[in-house]
């Protein structure tokens, strides 16, 4: 099944590696706020959204977003999304060493850092302890600019918008 962006937003920017087999990040800007807050949106790998289609995750984050009531992320107008690993891949996902990409930790880094909330939407259920104690030094770093963080209680791809993601204690 082929996704589409929502109809408010344009795709800003999107990093690939040069041989297309790692996406670094996805930004997303709505069309009609020029000011607002950043989200940067971290999950787990990449599908194959990017500048011309959406998938089924990325879909479903842009509705909860921009379309949906969150009091959280009323002042967002843009979402960049990052991923604990960069390797595209849509089915039998294994987490390698080989697949965080060699650009990844830098990235993500550097957009937490751009950020004024943080969503982590890899769901409870993520079993990479490296990548998520990796992921957390950084946030804790970050929690001393009082950043905001959250947690979606499942991966996007099976979410729900009801009750979705709940505040995230590093």
């Given at each position: 099944?082929?996704?589409k ?40 790998n ?42 595209i ?11 965080i ?34 992921i ?35």
């Amino acid at each position: 099944m082929t996704y589409k962006h929502i109809e408010d937003v344009i795709i800003t920017n999107v990093e690939f590696s040069n041989d297309k087999k790692f996406r670094y990040k996805l930004e997303i800007q709505l069309k009609n706020k020029n000011n607002g807050e950043t989200l940067c949106v971290i999950m787990q790998n990449p599908s194959y959204a990017d500048k011309n289609i959406a998938d089924k995750s990325v879909n479903f984050l842009e509705k909860l977003i921009f379309k949906r009531e969150y009091e959280v992320f009323s002042k967002i107008n843009k979402i960049i999304i990052v991923n604990q690993f960069a390797y595209i891949q849509t089915n039998d996902f294994r987490g390698s060493f080989e697949q965080i990409g060699e650009k990844n930790n830098k990235i993500i880094e550097k957009c937490i850092e751009e950020s004024d909330i943080i969503l982590i939407a890899w769901g409870k259920s993520n079993s990479f302890k490296n990548r998520i104690d990796f992921i957390n030094k950084i946030l804790q770093k970050e929690q001393n600019c009082n950043k905001k963080c959250y947690i979606t209680k499942k991966h996007p791809s099976r979410g729900f918008y009801n009750n979705f993601i709940e505040e995230y204690n590093v």
